[in-house]
């Protein structure tokens, strides 16, 4: 049984850094691009960050690009977001998700509807 779980979200100031973390079991998940996505209250989940199967490229919403990295161990089947200089309005349930119809794909999607498996979420609070 696949599964994503997310942790490391919490409170932060505005100008803190918070790292997420997204443990993937259940199969191998190395040969598969990862994303992270986020929902607020009140708004549609919208795509933060992805990285292909070896780590090589990965894409960023224009609103953290500078700000967060992506990155991911394969030895571990883990993927990290690493958020610098965060924003009350990066504030948010992000989402850890998963690309498993696509392997060894070169290619990044921004879509919610192109990655197949999900997290629970982890919220992440911003204070101004």
């Known amino acids: 049984q696949v599964q994503l779980v997310e942790s490391g979200g919490g409170l932060v100031q505005a100008g803190g850094s918070l790292r997420l973390s997204c443990a993937a079991s259940?199969?191998?998940?190395?040969?598969?691009?990862m994303a992270w996505f986020r929902q607020a209250p009140g708004k549609e989940r919208e795509f933060v960050a992805a990285?292909?199967?070896?780590?090589?490229?990965?894409a960023y919403a224009d609103s953290v690009k500078g700000r967060f990295t992506i990155s991911r161990d394969n030895a571990k089947n883990t993927v990290f977001l690493q958020m610098t200089s965060l924003k009350p309005e990066d504030a948010a349930t992000y989402y850890c998700?998963?690309?498993?119809?696509?392997?060894?794909?070169?290619?990044?999607?921004?879509?919610?509807?192109?990655?197949?498996?999900w997290g629970q979420g982890t919220q992440v609070t911003v204070s101004s």
């Open positions: 990285i292909t199967w070896v780590g090589c490229y990965t």
């Open positions: 998700a998963a690309d498993l119809k696509r392997s060894t794909s070169w290619r990044l999607y921004d879509s919610s509807n192109e990655y197949n498996y």
């Open positions: 259940g199969r191998t998940f190395s040969s598969y691009a």
